[in-house]
Nanobody
Framework: QVQFVESGGGLVQPGGSLRLSCAASGFDFNSYTMSWYRQAPGKEREQVAAITRFGGSTNYPDSVKGRFTISRDNAKNTVYLQMNSLKPEDTAVYYC?????????WGQGTQVTVSS
């Protein structure tokens, strides 16, 4: 059974930092690209970071490039999202994601709120 356990969300002031973690189980973690998505109230879910199987390639949209860093530890079946210089518009629920063949698998999400 595929499972993701996300952690690390919370309330942070603008300019602050958070580190999200996603512990995965139930599939061969080393074999899949992993991503983080976010969804703000009233908005569509958007991808904010992706990392290939062994971390050789990462991808970010312009909205977070230079502020967010995705990484993975294949020995721990865990993917991370380091978020720096946070802005109020980064407020959202953040989800861990991978595609297992044709099936999208999602974590339960962790809330990130950026507010003073």
């Amino acid at each position: 059974q595929v499972q993701f356990v996300e952690s690390g969300g919370g309330l942070v002031q603008p300019g602050g930092s958070l580190r999200l973690s996603c512990a995965a189980s139930g599939f061969d973690f080393n074999s899949y690209t992993m991503s983080w998505y976010r969804q703000a109230p009233g908005k569509e879910r958007e991808q904010v970071a992706a990392i290939t199987r062994f971390g050789g390639s990462t991808n970010y949209p312009d909205s977070v490039k230079g502020r967010f860093t995705i990484s993975r530890d294949n020995a721990k079946n865990t993917v991370y999202l380091q978020m720096n210089s946070l802005k109020p518009e980064d407020t959202a629920v953040y989800y861990c994601h991978t595609m297992l063949g044709f099936f999208a698998s999602w974590g339960q999400g962790t809330q990130v709120t950026v507010s003073s």
